[in-house]
């Protein structure tokens, strides 16, 4: 199967730099629904039988234009919500970011009982992420499509691939980002696991990206 994870495009929050990570949380910006509708000419012709979204407003919205497009309903699923930021949430300032980061790269480290107050640890996000991938597969499966979009969010998108995918440097996943609307494109299958091919449209190149090293996990309006 082929999965593409997609983020939602811009929104309010982003251009405030917030950690915004509630639902249902904000829509999107003028920019933010140009972006939803460039998705027909980018996903349009990839062969995109399922569509799930998260529940958060701001993915949904992002969907709609692509699913409109392809005659398709959009699924909602909760386990595809952003990293919540617990006792940060709706802060921009530099302490609560690099405070919430720092938890997302522990995740990617290997130490998925790091966690901020008030939010869960990583081993309760990729519980529900996990099952919210394998429901989106088997809603895909059932309808016999072999490509499937899940629309999601930075955080979450960068911290799943990065654990869950071959192919990805962790530390290239921490310091490249994923912008409104980037693209993930992993083929493989729940059962045996994802491969990534491309991030936001390059090749993925593992010895490259592993050699770059780690760097800042990214500014919050990049991310959510």
């Known amino acids: 199967m082929r999965l593409l994870l997609v983020r939602h495009g811009q929104t309010p929050s982003n251009v ?3 950690l915004d990570t509630g639902v249902p949380g904000p829509g999107l910006t003028d920019l933010g629904e140009a972006q939803a509708r460039s998705l027909v000419g980018t996903l349009g012709d990839e062969g995109i039988g399922a569509i799930t979204a998260s529940s958060q407003l701001r993915a949904q919205l992002t969907a709609a234009p692509l699913a409109a497009h392809l005659g398709l309903e959009v699924a909602v699923d909760g386990g595809l919500r952003e990293i ?4 940060v949430e709706m802060r921009g300032d530099e302490d609560s970011v690099a405070r919430y980061f720092a938890v997302v790269a522990a995740w990617v480290g290997g130490d998925l009982d790091a966690a901020l107050p008030g939010a869960p640890d990583g081993h309760a996000f990729l519980a529900r992420y ?6 989106a597969a088997e809603r895909a499966a059932g309808a016999g ?3 499937f979009a899940v629309v999601s969010h930075g955080a979450a ?3 799943w691939a990065a654990i869950r995918a071959r192919g990805l440097s962790p530390r290239s996943v921490l310091r490249t980002g994923l912008l409104n609307t980037g693209v993930v494109d ?3 299958d729940v ?3 994802w491969t990534c091919r491309t991030w936001m449209g390059a090749a993925v ?4 990206a592993e050699a770059a090293g780690a760097g800042p996990a990214g500014e919050p309006g990049s991310v959510f």
């Open 16 to 18: 405030s730099h917030l």
């Open 84 to 87: 919540e930021a617990g006792e």
């Open 130 to 135: 996990d099952a919210a991938v394998a429901a």
């Open 145 to 147: 499509a072999g490509t």
């Open 157 to 159: 998108i960068r911290a």
């Open 186 to 188: 992993l083929r493989g």
């Open 191 to 193: 059962d045996s696991g």
């Open 205 to 208: 190149e593992p010895e490259r």
